[in-house]
């Protein structure tokens, strides 16, 4: 019932900036939470970044000060914007929503027991020194 289309990925040099877009569509209304994780050849995703319905951010201790995530309710995207980035920061960016769901501290979105989980596919981000 959500659909997640990631957008923005590429490759950047050390130092350099990248603005990721979701869009999103589909049901997403009440108490709902959307984030950013990323993996890089690996099974598990770690939580970078994370919006709830109500505007509150969570963000890992490695992009605080460097990432910002916000989200557009009209146009129904959600940004992660990267500065000085790091080729620490290689990694492919997927998007997630959980519909409900609630953020964790160090940047992590999870659905509800009660709620559904969606993921983009991801894009591809590349930083080289």
């Known amino acids: 019932q959500v659909e997640l289309v990631e957008s923005g990925g590429g490759s950047v040099q050390a130092g350099g900036s990248l603005r990721l877009s979701c869009a999103a569509s589909?049901?997403?209304?009440?108490?709902?939470?959307m984030g950013w994780f990323r993996h890089d050849g690996e099974t598990t995703r770690v939580g970078v970044a994370a919006?709830?319905?109500?505007?509150?951010?969570t963000y890992a201790d490695s992009v605080k000060g460097r990432f910002i995530i916000s989200k557009d309710d009209t146009e129904n995207i959600l940004y992660l914007t990267m500065n000085m980035l790091k080729p620490e920061d290689t990694a492919t960016y997927s998007c997630f929503t959980g519909v409900p769901g609630v953020l964790q501290s160090g940047g992590y979105c999870h659905a509800r027991k009660s709620g559904m989980e969606y993921w983009g596919k991801g894009t591809r981000v590349t930083i080289s020194a």
């Open positions: 919006i709830d319905s109500d505007g509150g951010t």
């Open positions: 589909g049901d997403i209304d009440g108490s709902y939470c």
